[in-house]
Nanobody, 121 residues
Framework: QVQLVESGGGLVQDGGSLRLSCTAS????????MGWYRQAPGQQRELVAD???????NLVDSVKGRFTISRDNAKNTVYLQMNSLNPEDTAVYYC???????????????WGQGTLVTVSS
């Protein structure tokens, strides 16, 4: 079955950096949009950043200038480089894939299991 496998979460100090990785596996042909959402306790899940197969990027205002999203289409992998982290970035981060295609068939939206990012002061 197709799935998204995430890695890179953990505990970092205020001002530190982390890089999240997410790889789609299971015979995926293409994914139009890959991105990252996050959810903190008591808050709604929000889009952090996404990127199309053509390289168009979208980031939430609160992370602009600090986070960078990129992808390797050949590897079906998306990355989120997070710099200058602060405690407000603490959340569970979920990888997301939309517009997933395999042999002319559009598959359901994909979600990773989530990886916890904790930023301590």
């Amino acid at each position: 079955q197709v799935q998204l496998v995430e890695s890179g979460g953990g505990l970092v100090q205020d001002g530190g950096s982390l890089r999240l990785s997410c790889t789609a596996s299971g015979g995926i042909f293409s994914i139009n949009v890959m991105g990252w959402y996050r959810q903190a306790p008591g808050q709604q899940r929000e889009l952090v950043a996404d990127i199309t197969s053509g390289g168009n990027r979208n980031l939430v205002d609160s992370v602009k200038g600090r986070f960078t999203i990129s992808r390797d289409n050949a590897k079906n992998t998306v990355y989120l480089q997070m710099n200058s982290l602060n405690p407000e970035d603490t959340a569970v981060y979920y990888c997301n894939g939309r517009g997933v295609w395999n042999r002319g068939v559009r598959l359901a939206e994909l979600w990773g299991q989530g990886t916890l990012v904790t930023v301590s002061s």
